[in-house]
């Protein structure tokens, strides 16, 4: 069955740590991948895609995530969090723009 | 450019009671999805419409939930015979083909 697990649920963090959140999927074929995020009161945003090429992806907001095809991991990462970064965050995945699968969230609360 | 949206945006209702939940999505977009959004579930598939083609509706979970995709274009998702278990946040999203899907804002359903 196909599924996207996240480990962290809630993470805190300070201002200028740096972020890692874990994201491991099962699928069969050629999956893309995909973090979303929806700060406090807002709708879910893309924050950055993986469909092919350089499995290193950057996207908005200083976020980047790598690919390991090896580990099914697609990892999102953040040098230096800002409090403004406070929000939860969802990893997805899906087949050839068929429907996502979403992991379970991870809430994370960045303190000023 | 204007994105999906959705309405209402909060819906009371009383178990029993039938709902109708509106989908507007980008101008274009071929594709069309619906998820929920619940504490005990996270995000949830509900049903994908993509052009022309018969709605997947594997996602949905009773035959109290239906869809419709009028024109190509907007979409109703309709709940029947309303249950406690029913109150989430519905979601839709559209896309163009293979391409990122784009969310509504919710309608954040209540279920007295």
């Known amino acids: 069955a196909q599924s996207v697990s996240q480990h962290n649920h809630h993470v805190i963090l300070s201002e200028a740590a740096s972020l890692e959140l874990g994201c491991n999927y099962s699928?069969?074929?050629?999956?893309?991948l995909f973090w979303y995020v929806q700060y406090p009161g807002q709708h879910l945003q893309l924050l950055l895609k993986y469909f092919s090429g350089d499995p290193l992806v950057k996207g908005i907001k200083g976020f980047e995530a790598e690919f390991i095809k090896s580990k099914f991991s697609f990892n999102l990462r953040k040098p230096s969090v800002q409090w403004s970064d406070t929000a939860e965050y969802f990893c997805a995945a899906n087949n050839a723009g068929n429907m996502l699968t979403f992991g379970g969230g991870t809430r994370l609360m960045v303190k000023p | 450019g204007a994105g999906v949206s959705q309405s209402p945006s909060n819906k009371v209702t009383e178990k029993g009671k039938d709902v109708e939940l509106r989908c507007d999505p980008i101008?274009?977009?071929?594709?069309l999805y619906w998820y929920r959004q619940s504490l005990g579930q996270g995000l949830e598939f509900l049903i994908y419409f993509q052009g022309n083609s018969a709605p997947d509706k594997s996602g949905l979970p009773s035959d109290r939930f239906s869809a419709e995709r009028t024109g190509g274009s907007v979409s109703t998702l309709t709940i029947q015979r309303t249950q406690q278990e029913d109150s989430a946040v519905y979601l839709c999203?559209?896309?163009?083909?293979?391409?990122?899907?784009?969310f509504g804002p919710g309608t954040r359903l209540l279920v007295l």
């Open positions: 699928y069969g074929g050629t999956v893309n």
């Open positions: 999203a559209s896309r163009r083909v293979q391409e990122t899907q784009y």
């Open positions: 101008s274009g977009h071929t594709a």
